[in-house]
């Protein structure tokens, strides 16, 4: 009676020391899935981490990306993005070189360098934080960049401001050795310009300057149609006058021929009757008085019905000065 009551106390504690292994073999494998699954991050492919042991405060200097790695129970990974990260500003203003206000809309890129991730973390801890630098950094520069221009270069180099943005962006986000500037350890990739605007009071006056200027061309236009129409006109009339110069010319012409011509023809007819009239003189061997018989003959045979009307005393008859000679009446 003894054993088999011995017996009956042993079957209850064996069962109850399997059940205790069982139950510590389960608690074991659970602490060993959570210690392996606390002790294993992943890194994703668009990602840098930078390892980080909290309960050491150990930070790896090294940044890893695109994989499952293992660390110490409690580990974890700071992580930024690798690829390029976009800021936009969207109706913010700056003011111009000659104190007018500017509004602009705009956007870049930038891209942490893996080397720079440890010094990153050191300043700014996390992404966050520094992204948001970043952004005062860009903000800075396109202030610093507004104020180089006049605001008629916000008008008509447009070009040439984005790429003046650019470049302070740059230095500021990247410094520069050289200069002894010191950036923010990230890289710029581009900046987009998307707009720009100008201030109503300067669109106001480059509308009057506009329209002037349209006035202006159209002045000039209609004076220089003007200027043509007078010039038509002169050339007109100069070629009229020069044609009434023409025909005045050749109407002189001709009546200094003509009158020439009467001349010579009366002066030859006054040689030849001079020449007659001393052919007869001689031939006839008359005075002069006997010459102006002649020639009262001549004229009185010439006209037909010949009345005289003189005065006492009046000779009209020179017959006398031709009884001497003979007569001849001409022809």
């Known amino acids: 009676m003894a054993n088999r009551s011995n017996d009956t106390n042993r079957q209850p504690q064996s069962l109850l020391v399997k059940r205790l292994g069982i139950a510590a073999c389960v608690c074991v494998t659970i602490i060993a899935i959570v210690l392996i699954s606390l002790s294993l991050k992943k890194v994703e492919e668009t990602e840098y981490g930078l390892l980080y042991t909290r309960w050491t405060k150990e930070l790896d200097d090294e940044a890893v990306s695109g994989g499952l790695f293992s660390g110490a129970p409690g580990f974890r990974f700071i992580k930024f993005p690798s690829t390029f990260v976009s800021v936009e500003y969207n109706g913010r203003d700056c003011v111009s070189r000659d104190g007018l ?67 302070n962006l740059r230095l500021k986000l990247e410094g520069n050795v050289t200069e002894g500037t010191q950036g923010i350890y990230a890289r710029a990739v581009e900046l987009q310009l998307r707009e720009l605007g100008l201030p109503n009071e300067y669109k106001e006056a480059v ?89 009262a003959n001549g004229l009185l045979a010439d006209v037909g019905t010949l009345k005289v009307s003189t005065l006492e005393p009046a000779r009209l008859s020179r017959s006398d000065e031709l009884s001497t000679a003979t007569v001849i009446v001409p022809a």
């Open 101 to 167: 206000i500017v509004q602009f809309s705009l956007s870049f890129q930038y891209q942490l360098v893996a080397e720079n991730m440890f010094t990153v973390v050191e300043k700014y801890r996390d992404f966050d934080s520094w992204d948001n630098i970043v952004a005062l950094v860009g903000v800075s520069a396109i202030h610093h960049t507004c104020s180089e221009f006049k605001i008629t270069d916000f008008q008509n180099k447009r070009g040439e401001i984005q790429e003046a943005m650019f470049d």
């Open 207 to 295: 509308r009057s300057k506009q329209s002037a200027e349209e006035d202006i061309a159209l002045a000039k236009n209609q004076r220089q149609q003007e200027t043509t129409k007078a010039d038509t006109a002169l050339l007109r009339a100069k070629e009229e006058a020069r044609k009434i110069m023409d025909t005045a010319n050749n109407e002189v012409e001709i009546l200094l021929t003509e009158a020439n011509l009467a001349a010579q023809e009366t002066t030859f007819a006054f040689e030849q009757e001079a020449v007659t009239i001393v052919d007869v003189k001689n031939s006839l061997k008359l005075s002069t008085n006997g010459v102006l018989a002649y020639l």
